[in-house]
C-alpha cells in the first residue's frame, strides 16, 4: 500500500498491511499475504523444531466442537458467555468452535492413555483458535482467529509435571531467541486452575497490552496483576532496581494439574492397579502475535528490519531497466543455490520506489546492479539494518551465503 | 483401537481410526493423530511442491468472514441455505465461516490487481474448509471440516485462463501419481459459472460417491451427471469399451469466468487504458479425501499399505523383549541418518500383537531382530505388501535406505 491503513493504531499492524503481509478481513481477523505466509512459516518451522526435541507429537485436531465435551468441564457456559462462538448448524444441533484444545485433547487422552506405561505424552499441534475478543485491537496482538502452538503434557503426578514444566521453559527461551525476541518470563496468576505461578514469557514493547514490573540485571519479572514491586523497588533475588514496563505476551505455561481429567474422567492405573487421575500441563505460543512482536521490536521509520531467521526472503534483489539481463542472470545463480530471493523487476516504479518499498518489506540484504557497480565488476549489498552499502564481486557474494544454510530457501522451486 | 469402530460403514474410516490416524469428533469430523498428522504433511508437501512449480504463491486466509462480501456475489443466501455455517457473534454482528474462499480472495485481488501487468496471478493455500453436509459419511471423504488446497488465478482474458487451465491439470496429474493414485479425467458439469465442461480427477473406488463412464484403454471419462453414455457402448474417443464405476473425486478444476469479478467489481486497465473484468479459475483438491482415497485403493484385509511418497514412518521396527539392546542401537542409528522409524518398543505385547498392529498401520519395511537372524548376523526385513520375508545385513540395510533420499525423515530430531 502506498499509504499506511488509517484503522490500525499499532506499529505492527500498519507495517504488517503497508508492506503486504496481511490484508485485514475484520478487526482481529487478518489473511497472510504471500511475504506474511512466509514469515508464518519460518517461525511454525522454529516452533516445530524445538517441540519435536521435547517429544512433542504433532496432530492436527478440529475447530468444530460437540457440546457434550465441554459441558463437562463446565465450559460450554462459561467460555459460551464472551469467548467462544457458539451456533446451531442446519439440523438444530449446537456446535462450538474451539477457543482452545484442553477438552479435546483429554478427549483422545480417553483412548490413549489407559496405564501408567502410557506416560507421559506430551502432544502438540499448530492450528487455528477462534475467540470473540470484545476489543479486538493492536493489530495482531489480540485476533478473533489465530495460528496458535499449543502443546499438552500428560503426567502421572505433579513431580513428573513439574519437571516437564522446566523442559517447556528451555524450549520457548529457545524458540523466542531464534525469533530474534528478548523475552522476560513473568511470574503471573495461576487463575482458576492453580494457585501456583504460571509463567509469561514478555516481551518489551509499548504495543503490549500488560505490564510488568522486572529487575534488568537478573531477569526476574512478575506481572502486574500478581506483583507487590514497584517501581525503584531493589529485587528481590538480585538487589537490581525494579522498573516497570508495557510488554507483548508471546507464550505462556500453565500447569493444570487435574482440573481437566477430573471433568473428564481421565484416569490411568499405577503400577498397584489403582485408579488415579491424570495430570495435565498446557503451553501456548501465539504465532501471528509472535510476528508481531518481532515488527514491533524490530522496526525503524521506514520500516520492517526482519532477524535473518524469520525473513521471508534472504534477499532484495532490485532490477534497474537498462540492467535487466545481468540482474536476472544473478537472480537465476541465486535460485539455482537455493537462496531465498525477492526479485523487484517491476519496470514502473523508481529507482527511490524501489528502495523504499526494500525498507518498507525489511528484508535483510538489498542487492542493486548498476552501471556505478558494474564499472568495479560488483554488485552493491546494503544490509537493511545499517546506512552503508558497500560493492563486492557475485561470486564472492553467493559463496558467503550458501555458508550459512540455516538460510536456505525454505521454499525450491 | 483393538476393533473397527462399529459405527463407520467406509474401509478408510475403519483402518484409519483403528491404526490410531485419526479420531472421530463428530460425523464428518475427524481429529489427525500423529500417524495421521504425518500423512497429512506429507501430501501437503507434495502439493506445495507442485503448486510452487507452476508459480503458485502461497497465502493462509481466515475462516472467519463478514457477511458484505458474499451478499455481493449473492452467496450469503445460496450456500447459507445449506452448507456454509453462519451465526452472530457476540456484539450481533452476522459472521460466516468460509465453505471456500472466492470471495475473499477476489477481496485481496481489489488491492493487488490494477493493471494487465500485474496478471496473470495465481494463488493457492492449504487451509480448513467448513461445510455444513447434510449427510457426512464415507469417513473422511465427505467431511463437515477438511482440510483442502485451493488454488485460485487471475488473467486478463479466457484464452489465458485456458491455458493455465491445463498447466494445473498436468500438475494435478502429477500430485495424484506421486500419491500413489491413478486418476480419470472426467468432464462433469461447470454448473452455473460455464456452459464449458469442468474436469474431475476420480479415482475407481466402490467407497466412491460419484459414478463416471469411462474407457481403460484411452482414458477417457465422464461423469454420470451429464454423460449420455452407456456400459458397453463404444469410446467416442478410440473405440475401446465403455465401463461404469463408484468413484472418488479427489480434485476438479473450474473455469469461473467473470462471475466473481463482475459480483465483486474486480476490474483491470489493459493496454489501452479502458476496464476490463478480470478472468478467473479455481482449482481444489481435499488432503483428507486424498489420504482416504490412498487408504482404500492401497489396503488389503489386515490393513492399510501405504506408498512410499505418504507413508508416516519408511521403517516399523518391532523390538522382542530379550534383544532390546539389540534393537535400539539399529532405532539409534537408522535415527542418525536421518530415517523415519516407528519403533515398537513396548514390551506388554506379544510378538503376534506386534505384527498385527504392523499390517494394519502399514509401514513400508517391517524390521525385526530375533535369535534366528542373529544367527546369520543379520535383520528381517519384510515388505508390507509381500508375504515374504528376507534376512540381510544392517549396514547394507541403511546404505540402501539412505541412498532413496525422497525418503528421509521430514521430522528430524
Redesign the interface.
Known amino acids: 500500500?502506498r499509504e499506511a491503513p488509517k484503522d490500525e493504531v499499532s506499529a505492527n499492524a500498519r507495517l504488517l498491511e503497508r508492506g503486504g503481509f496481511v490484508?485485514k478481513?475484520?478487526a482481529g481477523?487478518?489473511?497472510?499475504?504471500?511475504l506474511g505466509?512466509?514469515v508464518?512459516?519460518k517461525i511454525r518451522q522454529i516452533i516445530r523444531e524445538e517441540m519435536?526435541?521435547i517429544e512433542g507429537?504433532?496432530?492436527?485436531?478440529?475447530?468444530?466442537?460437540?457440546k457434550d465435551r465441554w459441558e463437562k468441564t463446565g465450559r460450554w457456559q462459561e467460555l459460551g458467555k464472551?469467548i467462544m462462538?457458539?451456533?446451531?448448524?442446519?439440523?438444530g444441533r449446537e456446535?462450538g468452535?474451539a477457543s482452545t484444545h484442553e477438552e479435546?485433547l483429554a478427549?483422545?487422552a480417553l483412548?490413549s492413555i489407559y496405564s501408567y506405561?502410557d506416560l507421559p505424552l506430551y502432544?502438540y499441534q499448530i492450528q487455528?483458535k477462534?475467540r470473540?475478543e470484545?476489543r479486538a485491537k493492536s493489530g495482531l496482538i489480540r485476533g478473533?482467529?489465530f495460528?496458535m502452538k499449543d502443546l499438552y503434557s500428560f503426567h502421572t503426578d505433579e513431580k513428573d509435571l513439574d519437571r516437564y514444566y522446566w523442559v517447556v521453559d528451555k524450549a520457548y527461551k529457545k524458540i523466542f531467541k531464534r525469533c530474534g525476541l528478548e523475552v522476560y518470563v513473568a511470574e503471573a496468576s495461576g487463575g482458576a486452575f492453580t494457585k501456583e505461578f504460571t509463567h509469561e514469557y514478555q516481551v518489551l514493547s509499548e504495543a503490549g497490552e500488560d505490564v510488568i514490573f522486572y529487575c534488568a540485571k537478573c531477569r526476574y519479572a512478575q506481572n502486574r496483576e500478581i506483583t507487590v514491586l514497584k517501581e525503584g523497588d531493589k529485587c528481590p533475588k538480585c538487589e537490581g532496581e525494579i522498573k516497570t514496563a508495557k510488554s507483548i505476551e508471546v507464550g505462556n505455561i500453565f500447569k493444570l494439574g487435574t482440573k481437566y481429567s477430573q471433568g473428564m474422567g481421565l484416569t490411568y492405573s499405577d503400577k498397584e492397579g489403582n485408579k488415579k487421575l491424570v495430570v495435565m500441563g498446557s503451553y501456548g505460543i501465539g504465532l501471528g502475535r509472535l510476528m508481531a512482536a518481532v515488527a514491533e521490536i524490530h522496526h525503524d521509520e521506514k520500516g520492517i528490519i526482519w532477524p535473518e531467521t524469520v525473513t521471508p526472503f534472504l534477499v532484495h534483489l532490485i532490477e534497474f531497466k537498462n540492467l535487466k539481463k545481468q540482474a536476472e542472470k544473478l537472480y537465476q545463480k541465486l535460485l539455482a543455490k537455493g537462496i531465498a530471493v525477492l526479485y523487484d523487476d517491476r519496470d514502473?516504479k523508481t529507482a527511490g520506489e524501489k528502495f523504499a518499498d526494500a525498507d518498507l518489506i525489511g528484508i535483510p540484504l538489498r542487492t542493486v546492479i548498476s552501471e556505478k557497480t558494474l564499472a568495479k565488476k560488483g554488485i552493491e549489498i546494503k544490509e537493511r539494518h545499517s546506512t552503508k552499502s558497500k560493492i563486492i564481486n557475485p561470486i564472492e557474494f553467493i559463496k558467503r551465503l550458501v555458508t550459512r544454510t540455516h538460510l536456505k530457501n525454505p521454499?525450491?522451486?
Open positions: 500500500m490484508y478481513t475484520m481477523v487478518y489473511d497472510y499475504l504471500p505466509f512466509r508464518l512459516d519435536n526435541v507429537q504433532e496432530v492436527f485436531l478440529t475447530a468444530l466442537q460437540p464472551e462462538y457458539q451456533f446451531k448448524d442446519h439440523s456446535i468452535i479435546a478427549q483422545i483412548h506405561k502432544i487455528t477462534f470473540d470484545l478473533r482467529e495460528l514502473d521454499f525450491p522451486l
